[in-house]
């Protein structure tokens, strides 16, 4: 009885579980294929900022023009994943019932 009762729990939680991966996995998918589609517009908008560019001012100040521009787009995007204001946990998290003034206790 007990196998059967726990036979039936497991199967309701593994079709669960299933659906959860199946769903995450198509997701996943669809992020990735969002991020490729992303980088190969990038890839256009970039090769469109060089030909107007060259036309405009010439070979090598449009590369470096766009050299420069991801240049500092990479340093503040630096900037921002590393100076972020770390959380703080509260002292109570770690010894909630220390109270370092009451009598008896030793410190």
């Known amino acids: 009885m007990l196998s059967t009762a726990l036979n039936i729990v497991l199967g309701v939680f593994r079709f669960d579980v299933k659906r959860s991966v199946r769903s995450m ?3 996943v998918a669809l992020v990735v294929a969002a991020v490729v589609a992303l980088l190969i517009g990038a890839g256009f908008g970039l090769s469109l900022l060089y030909f107007w560019l060259e036309s ?3 070979t090598v100040p449009a590369l470096t023009i766009i050299a420069a521009g991801c240049a500092v787009l990479g340093l503040v995007l630096l900037l ?3 100076a972020r204001p770390k959380r ?10 220390y109270k370092p003034h009451e009598p008896g206790m030793a410190g």
Do not use: M, Y
Request: hydrophobic share 40%.
């Open 56 to 58: 405009t001012e010439g």
């Open 80 to 82: 921002f994943a590393f």
């Open 25 to 27: 996995t198509i997701t």
């Open 88 to 97: 703080r946990v509260p002292r109570e998290a770690f010894a909630p019932h």
